[in-house]
C-alpha cells in the first residue's frame, strides 16, 4: 500500500536529497512540501524546494511556506554548513518553475489532512508541525505517524548536547513529543552511518542525468563544510534516512524509548533525552532509530535520482 505523506522541511542539501526519495519511490504518495526556518531563512528555504522539485521535472506537488521563526527563541540559521543561499554549489538563474503555493503551510497541512490520514516526515525544526497540533487538534488527528529528522542519542552537532533541528525550536519539538501523536526520532546517531563516502558519490556520477550531476555536486559542496567544521572525511546525508524509514521500516532499526525535549538548561537546551536504559521508569513514547541497512539506504536513494531521469 502506498503510503500518504507531507514533507516539512527546510533544504538544506540533504533536505534536498529527501525531497527526491519522496517524490520518486513508488513506496510513498508525497502529498505536499511544507518550509520551515532553519538551514536557511524561510524564504530562502522555500526556494530551495521550489528549485528541487523543478530539477526532479514535478509540478503536481504544492510547496507553502511555513514558520518563519521559532515558537520562543530567536532563528539560528545553519549558513555555516549550507551556504548563503542555504543549497549552495550549483547555481541557478532565475525563478523555478514550480510555483509558490497561495496558501500557508499551516493551511496546506490542514487542507491535505482533512482528505484523510497522513504520514508527516519532519526534516527541520517542528515548528509547523507544533501549531497544527496547538491550533488544529481535531486536523492533526488524522496525522498517522510524525517521522522527524532531529535529535539525537549521543552529542550535538551546533552544541554539545543538541542536534541543529531539535536545537533551533525546542520547545516545538516538546509540544510535539507530549502530544501523543506516534512519533519516531532519527538522529545523529543513525544518520551518521549515511555517509557520502567516495563510493556513493560515483554511484551518483555513473548514473549520469543532469539531475544525478547536481545532486552530486550538492553532496560535494556539504561534504567541503562537514570537512572543515567537523573533520569528517564524508558528509552524513541526514535527512533521507527519515524518508527511508517510511518506504521501508526494516532500513531504520528503531527501539521503543522515551523521550523527553531539554527546553529550560543552560548549557543543554535542544537535548533529546532518550532513555535507553529505563532508569526514570517512564514508559515509552516514541520509537527512536539505532541502526541503518546502509547498502538499501543508498540503494533507494541511489534509484530514485535515477528513476528521475
Same mark, same amino acid.
Given at each position: 500500500?502506498?503510503?500518504?505523506?507531507?514533507?516539512?522541511?527546510?533544504?538544506?542539501?540533504?533536505?534536498?536529497?529527501?525531497?527526491?526519495?519522496?517524490?520518486?519511490?513508488?513506496?510513498?504518495?508525497?502529498?505536499?512540501?511544507?518550509?520551515? /526556518? #532553519?538551514?536557511?531563512? %524561510?524564504?530562502?528555504?522555500?526556494?530551495? @524546494?521550489?528549485? &528541487? +522539485?523543478?530539477?526532479?521535472?514535478?509540478?503536481?506537488?504544492?510547496?507553502?511556506?511555513?514558520?518563519?521563526?521559532?515558537?520562543?527563541r530567536p532563528l539560528r540559521i545553519a549558513d555555516d554548513v549550507h551556504g548563503g543561499t542555504g543549497l549552495d554549489g550549483p547555481v541557478f /538563474? #532565475?525563478?523555478?518553475? %514550480?510555483?509558490?503555493?497561495?496558501?500557508? @503551510?499551516?493551511? &496546506? +497541512?490542514?487542507?491535505?489532512?482533512?482528505?484523510?490520514?497522513?504520514?508527516?516526515?519532519a526534516t527541520g525544526a517542528l515548528t509547523n508541525v507544533a501549531r497544527l497540533l496547538i491550533d488544529e487538534p481535531d486536523v492533526a488527528s488524522n496525522i498517522t505517524e510524525i517521522v522527524w529528522m532531529g535529535g539525537s542519542t549521543e552529542r550535538g552537532n551546533i552544541a554539545p548536547l543538541a542536534e541543529a533541528n531539535a536545537y533551533v525550536d525546542p520547545e516545538a519539538a516538546d509540544v510535539v513529543v507530549r502530544s501523543g501523536v506516534p512519533f519516531t526520532m532519527c538522529g545523529l546517531n543513525v544518520t551518521h552511518q549515511a555517509l557520502v563516502t567516495e563510493e556513493v558519490l560515483a554511484r551518483f556520477e555513473r548514473i549520469g542525468t543532469p539531475l544525478a550531476r547536481v545532486c552530486a555536486e550538492w553532496m560535494t559542496f556539504f561534504a567541503s563544510t562537514y570537512r572543515e567544521l567537523f573533520g569528517f572525511a564524508a558528509p552524513p546525508l541526514h535527512d533521507?534516512?527519515?524518508?527511508?524509514?517510511?518506504?521501508?521500516?526494516?532500513?531504520?532499526?528503531?527501539?521503543?524509548?522515551?523521550?523527553?525535549?531539554?527546553?529550560?538548561?543552560?548549557?543543554?537546551?535542544?537535548a533529546t533525552v532518550v532513555d535507553l536504559d529505563g532508569y526514570t521508569g517512564r514508559p515509552p513514547n516514541a520509537k527512536v532509530a539505532v541502526s541503518l541497512d546502509q547498502q538499501a539506504f543508498w540503494d533507494r536513494m541511489v534509484g530514485a535520482v535515477a528513476a528521475l531521469g
Open positions: 500500500m502506498v503510503i500518504p505523506l507531507i514533507l516539512d522541511c527546510d533544504p538544506g542539501h540533504d533536505d534536498a536529497m529527501a525531497i527526491l526519495l519522496a517524490v520518486a519511490d513508488p513506496a510513498v504518495d508525497l502529498l505536499a512540501v511544507t518550509t520551515v /526556518a #532553519g538551514n536557511q531563512t %524561510v524564504d530562502k528555504c522555500t526556494l530551495n @524546494a521550489r528549485r &528541487v +522539485l523543478s530539477l526532479a521535472g514535478v509540478s503536481s506537488v504544492p510547496v507553502a511556506q511555513g514558520a518563519a521563526v521559532p515558537l520562543a /538563474a #532565475g525563478e523555478p518553475a %514550480v510555483p509558490l503555493s497561495a496558501y500557508s @503551510a499551516h493551511d &496546506v +497541512l490542514v487542507d491535505v489532512l482533512r482528505t484523510g490520514p497522513a504520514t508527516v516526515v533521507p534516512v527519515a524518508v527511508a524509514r517510511v518506504i521501508d521500516p526494516a532500513v531504520v532499526g528503531c527501539v521503543d524509548a522515551n523521550l523527553v525535549i531539554e527546553t529550560r538548561g543552560e548549557w543543554t537546551a535542544g
